[in-house]
């Protein structure tokens, strides 16, 4: 009989595994290398993982957005694009800023490499020679005595994207020291999640996206499949080491979401290895 069970759970894996393939395909992930190394990833999990808690996790892998290299170029080309489109029609100059917190300017940050990206990618997009681009790489260049905006200027602020928009704030926060700035700026992100969409809509700040992301579980969902899902997640997040303040995403973001790295926004079960009585499970988009 125990044979048995065993050979029944191996064989509703490989079903389950099959229907993750499935995603892979329908979403074109198996076109990006690595592909296969994250669809294994899968295949341990599950083995892993009650079956209603793999059913949501299918659920979930339908609505995430894992974006290559490719992604990248095309959707900061559009993005750029648009910015010289509809921002510097009258202007000469467009100023780039990486969205990033104080504490982190030493740092190597996904707006650095968005930034330096535009300002290859500027010189494909037809009609605009005449802009130039300059790159601002640290807050004191964004200071008054530094930096004195005309109205031949424009500045962006830019990342991959903006999750909670809590590190977007204190960008923001820095950027409204200078008085020249005014309203000559605008948000440019990949991605962005609905919440701080709204946040940026509420303080009138222009922006520009490509992807927008909701809540994983709670915008689509209701009561009571809702709170059962949540409750759900919660058990599957009892399996990962310390993950306390990253339950349901930074910030509860419930964020579905892999880029060049997979921001903490997302569940941690796509990013965060599970512990099991062999060890620990790399998870499907680990975190490095």
Do not use: C
């Not at 894996?13 to 592909?35: T, V």
């Not at 700026?185 to 999640?193: D, R």
């Not at 310390?242 to 419930?254: H, I, M, W």
């Amino acid at each position: 009989m125990a044979n048995a069970n065993i050979q029944n759970r191996m064989k509703n894996n490989l079903e389950l595994l099959l229907k993750f393939q499935s995603i892979f395909e329908e979403k074109s992930w198996s076109l990006i290398d690595g592909y296969d190394e994250k669809l294994d990833r899968f295949g341990l999990l599950i083995d892993n993982l009650a079956e209603e808690e793999i059913n949501l996790l299918l659920e979930l892998t339908h609505l995430y957005e894992w974006m290559s290299y490719n992604d990248y170029h095309n959707n900061l080309r559009s993005l750029l694009k648009q910015v010289l489109v509809k921002s510097l029609p009258n202007k000469s100059r467009l100023l780039i800023f990486p969205i990033i917190k104080p504490t982190d300017e030493s740092e190597v940050k996904s707006g650095h490499v968005v930034m330096k990206m535009m300002e290859s990618i500027k010189p494909s997009i037809n009609g605009f020679k005449g802009i130039e681009i300059k790159l601002l790489k640290e807050f004191r260049d964004l200071r008054p005595e530094r930096l004195e905006m005309s109205d031949n200027d424009f500045l962006i602020l830019v990342d991959d994207y903006i999750g909670s928009g809590k590190t977007l704030n204190k960008t923001l926060l820095e950027l409204n020291k200078n008085p020249t700035v005014g309203s000559k700026f605008a948000i440019v992100s990949m991605v962005i999640q609905d919440q701080a969409k709204l946040l940026l809509e509420e303080n009138n700040i222009s922006h520009y996206y490509s992807v927008l992301l909701k809540k994983g579980i709670s915008d689509n969902n209701n009561s009571p499949h809702l709170e059962k899902k949540l409750e759900l997640m919660r058990t599957i997040e009892n399996k990962i080491p310390k993950v306390s303040r990253y339950r349901l995403g930074y910030e509860k973001s419930e964020a579905l979401i892999t880029l060049m790295r997979t921001p903490n926004n997302t569940f941690p079960i796509f990013w965060k290895g599970i512990i099991t009585k062999g060890g620990e499970i790399d998870a499907p988009f680990q975190r490095y």
